[in-house]
C-alpha cells in the first residue's frame, strides 16, 4: 500500500491559558503569561509558581457524569478530546468505528490520586482505599474513556516517554494512518502535575525556576542569559487526524496535513541532552516529509529555560537546518504556558498549527538578556505577523531520552 | 424528623449515580437500579463510609441483595456495635 496522506481536522484544549484555541493564541502572541505563584499547605518550596488551568469541570461534563472517578489528569484528557471532535464536526458511522482510535500520551499520569491514595494508606486508615483507585490511576484511564464516550473500537495506546509522550502519540497515531491501520485517530495527551508530591519531586531536581521576585509571571525565561530553570505547567491538547481523502470527501476543515514525524533517543544520559540526538530527530521528520531546511518557516521550541536545553536545542537546530535556521522564527511558549510535560508537545503542536492558522508567530516571554550561546531570531516580548509560514516544526525532548519532532504543512 | 437508615441509603445511590429516588424501593435490588459490579462495590463504600460500618465481605450475594438487605445489614451492625463504631474517627 502507498502510504496515505493525513490531515488536522479538529484541535481542542484545556490550557492555563483557557479552552478556546483562538484565545489561547490571542494572549500568546501578547505575551501573557499564565504563569502564577501557588498556594501549598507545605513549607514553601523553594520554587512555588505554576500555570494551572483554571478548570471547572461541570462546564465540561454533564452532571450525571461521576467525576469522583477520574483524575484530574482524564478530566482534562476527555474534556479536551470532546472539544477536538467538536472541532472537527464528525459523525462516526458503525463501518467508521473500528478504524477509528485513540492515541494518549501521559508523563505522570494521575498525580493527584496516587497523591490521596498514599495520604489515605499512611496517613489515615488503610482499610478506607476506595474501590475504584486502580481505575483512575492507570495511565490508559484516560484513553479508554475517550473511547468509550465516542464508541472507537479501534487502536487504543497510550505513550509514556516523559516530556515528549504527547508528541509520541500524535507521531504514532499519524503513522497509524499513514500505514493503514486506521482511518481516524483522537491524538494527543495531558498532565496535571501540581499536587504538593510531584511538585516537590520537581522541585528537588533543582530544575524549576525560582519566582522572580518582582513579577512571578516572568520567571520562565527560555533562550535568556538569566533563564533559572522550567516552570511546571498542567493541561491536555488532543487534536483529530484523519486519512485526507476521507477527510475531504465528508466536507471537513482541514486546519493542516500532517507534514513529518522524527523519533530518536539521546541514548547518552538520562537527563543530559544531546545535540546529536535532537538533531537526528528532526533530521528524520524532515527526511518522513520529504523536506529540507528550506521548507521549515517556523519552529516552536522545546525550550525549556534550562541551562542545558536551550543552548542544545539551539546547536541542534543550528546542526541540522544551517543558515535558515537564522533565518526564521523560533520560539518557545513555555515561557507563557509553563512546562506541560507530558502534555507538552501536544500543546505546542496546536499552538503552532495555529501560527499557521493566523499567519503569526507567538513570542518567547521574558528574553531580554541575550545569551551569546543562544543566537537564534527566538521573536522576544510580543508576536509578529509572518505571512509566509507554509510549514511548522515542533520539537519535544524527554528525561530519558526520547526525541520527537513533529511537522505539519498548510493545505 | 431524622432520616431514616432507608432515606440515607436512597440519598447516596440518588447522589452518586442518578438514579430517582422514586425507583428506590425497599425491595428493588442493587443491579435492578442499573449499578454493575464496579458500581455496587462503589456503592457500598459509601454507604459504609455514610454509616461508618464496615458491610460483610460476601460478594456473592451483593448482586441480588435488596436495599432492604442493605438497611437490616447496617441496623443489625450498628446495634451490635452499640454506637462504638460511631465514635472511630
Redesign the interface.
Given at each position: 500500500m502507498t502510504a496515505r496522506r493525513v490531515v488536522v481536522t479538529g484541535l481542542g484544549i484545556v490550557s492555563p491559558h483557557g479552552s478556546d484555541p483562538e484565545i489561547l493564541f490571542g494572549r500568546l502572541m501578547k505575551g501573557e503569561s499564565a504563569i502564577a505563584k501557588m498556594c501549598f499547605d507545605v513549607p514553601r518550596p523553594y520554587s512555588n509558581i505554576a500555570a494551572a488551568v483554571p478548570f471547572e469541570p461541570t462546564r465540561h461534563f454533564p452532571p450525571q457524569q461521576r467525576l469522583e472517578n477520574l483524575d484530574r489528569v482524564s478530566q482534562f484528557s476527555i474534556a479536551a478530546a470532546a472539544a477536538a471532535l467538536v472541532d472537527a464536526g464528525i459523525k462516526f458511522t458503525d463501518e467508521m468505528r473500528h478504524r477509528s482510535g485513540v492515541s494518549f500520551g501521559t508523563g505522570m499520569g494521575s498525580t493527584q490520586t496516587l497523591e490521596e491514595t498514599f495520604k489515605q494508606v499512611f496517613q489515615r486508615d488503610p482499610d478506607r482505599v476506595r474501590p475504584l483507585t486502580v481505575l483512575k490511576v492507570m495511565n490508559n484511564a484516560s484513553a479508554g474513556h475517550i473511547a468509550i464516550q465516542h464508541g472507537l473500537g479501534g487502536p487504543d495506546l497510550t505513550y509514556s516517554c516523559a516530556c515528549s509522550s504527547s508528541a509520541v502519540a500524535i507521531g504514532e497515531a499519524y503513522r497509524q494512518i499513514r500505514h493503514g491501520y486506521a482511518d481516524v485517530m483522537i491524538a494527543g495527551g495531558a498532565e496535571a502535575p501540581l499536587t504538593v508530591t510531584f511538585f516537590r519531586a520537581w522541585d528537588a531536581m533543582h530544575v524549576l525556576a525560582p519566582a522572580d521576585p518582582s513579577d512571578p509571571s516572568a520567571s520562565c525565561r527560555p533562550f535568556a542569559k538569566n533563564r533559572s530553570g522550567l516552570v511546571l505547567g498542567e493541561g491536555a491538547a488532543m487534536i483529530v487526524l484523519e486519512e485526507r481523502e476521507s477527510a475531504l470527501r465528508r466536507g471537513a476543515t482541514i486546519h493542516a496535513e500532517m507534514a513529518g514525524y522524527g523519533s530518536s533517543n539521546d541514548n547518552e544520559h538520562i537527563t543530559k541532552p544531546s545535540v546529536d540526538g535532537q538533531a537526528n530527530a528532526m533530521k528524520l521528520a524532515l527526511a518522513d516529509g520529504g523536506l529540507t531546511a528550506e521548507d521549515i518557516d517556523y519552529v516552536n521550541a522545546h525550550g525549556t529555560a534550562t541551562l542545558l536545553n536551550d543552548v542544545t536545542e539551539t546547536r541542534a537546530l543550528k546542526n541540522v537546518l544551517g543558515d535558515r535556521a537564522y533565518q526564521i522564527p523560533v520560539s518557545s511558549t513555555k515561557s507563557m504556558h509553563g512546562h506541560l510535560l507530558g502534555g507538552a508537545g501536544a500543546l505546542e503542536f496546536v499552538i503552532a498549527l495555529l501560527a499557521m492558522r493566523y499567519r503569526a508567530v507567538p513570542p518567547t516571554a521574558n528574553l531580554e538578556v541575550p545569551d551569546a550561546e543562544c543566537d537564534l531570531d527566538y521573536v522576544p516580548g510580543e508576536g509578529r505577523a509572518e505571512q509566509n509560514i507554509r510549514c511548522v516544526m515542533s520539537n519535544s525532548f524527554a528525561f530519558g531520552g526520547t526525541n520527537a519532532v513533529l511537522i505539519a504543512r498548510r493545505e | 424528623m431524622m432520616p431514616t437508615v432507608f432515606d440515607k441509603v436512597q440519598a447516596v445511590i440518588t447522589k452518586?449515580?442518578?438514579v430517582p429516588a422514586e425507583n428506590i424501593r425497599l425491595d428493588s435490588t442493587l443491579e435492578s437500579l442499573g449499578l454493575d459490579s464496579?458500581d455496587l462495590?462503589?456503592a457500598l463504600?459509601e454507604i459504609e463510609?455514610e454509616f461508618n460500618v464496615?458491610l460483610p465481605q460476601d460478594a456473592s450475594g451483593v448482586r441480588t441483595a435488596t436495599i432492604q438487605d442493605v438497611v437490616d445489614s447496617i441496623e443489625k451492625l450498628q446495634a451490635a456495635d452499640g454506637g462504638q463504631q460511631a465514635g472511630r474517627a
Open positions: - | 452518586k449515580f442518578s464496579l462495590i462503589d463504600f463510609d464496615r
